[in-house]
């Protein structure tokens, strides 16, 4: 075989190997932030199904309550979500990623978000001194626009702040800052992060705000009126924006958002995603979808004969 041109033998079985921001993954999934992400026995158990990292839910400085329920709601193609950001605040949080230590050696992501622009590099030295694999800097959440006012990502220069602010507490946790598809020009909002210290793109976060409306009581499916749309009906807009970012940066970036098999993964490779993260899909086929993606992204290599993503990663945008 040769390794540079990532041509296999058929006696050869391919890598799913990844190196994301300098953390070695077994495979390029990564579970997304979110409900399963919330107790060190429900992220452990991920690992346990074939992911190459877990992430936490985003957590805060101060415990938050959230949105008042119903705050996710199922539909034909995705789901309609409003939980508000809750979480237990900073000292659980950072204890539950202590504890997963203890049970599992699979790479985890500490998701971490602030109020206030000041508030960002107080909550990542705490997530940092916890000892994740890598920092996710939530500045894009659609569903709390009426409480913090717009996301953080919405203005280069505070987008440039915030990601210098949290750069200079991180120590040696890698910083991936994670952005929408909300406000347009996505690889120009990565390319201020890539220019302001960051090691590391995710995105996309939930698009939106959204709404649907229940024909019975005539009135909207969530308490909280609008949330962030995710599931299978925003792929198209993920892929769109890992090859827009692609375009714009170097840095890493963790493709996420409508992914759901084999097939929606490669295309986030192929767009240029050096990771691809795995959520609702999580919630419409369960834990054992992912031993089911990572062995057709098998299949697929050993179809074309190569032996490692490295080979396609990015290839979409060859001439």
Known sequence: MDDQDGIHSPAERPSLRTRLAGVELESPLVLASGILGVTA?????????GIGAVTTKSFSLEERPGHKSPTIVAFD????????????GWEAATETIREYRTRSKV???????????EEYPLIAEKAAAAGPDLLEVNVSCPNVAAEFGAPFEADP????????????????VPVAMKLSANFGAIGRMAKV???????????INTV??????????KRPVLANKVGGVSGPCILPIAVRSV?????????????TGGVGSAEDALQMILAGATAVGIGSALAFDGLESLPQINAGL??????????????????????
């Open 107 to 117: 790479p985890i992501i500490a998701s971490v978000f602030g109020k206030t622009v």
């Open 77 to 88: 193609h995705g789901f309609l979500n409003a939980v508000g950001l809750s979480n237990p």
């Open 243 to 255: 090859w827009e970012i692609r375009k714009a940066v170097k840095i890493p970036i963790i493709g």
């Open 157 to 172: 220069k505070v987008l440039a702040t915030v990601t210098e602010s949290v750069k200079r507490v991180a120590g040696k």
């Open 193 to 203: 992060c890539e220019d302001h210290g960051a090691d590391a793109i995710t995105a």
């Open 208 to 217: 939106g705000p959204g709404m649907l409306i229940d024909l019975n009581v």
């Open 298 to 319: 098998e299949r697929y290599l050993a179809g074309q004969g190569l032996s490692s993503l490295d080979a396609i990663r990015g290839a979409a945008h060859e001439p």
């Open 41 to 49: 026995s429900l992220l452990a158990r991920v690992a346990r199904h």
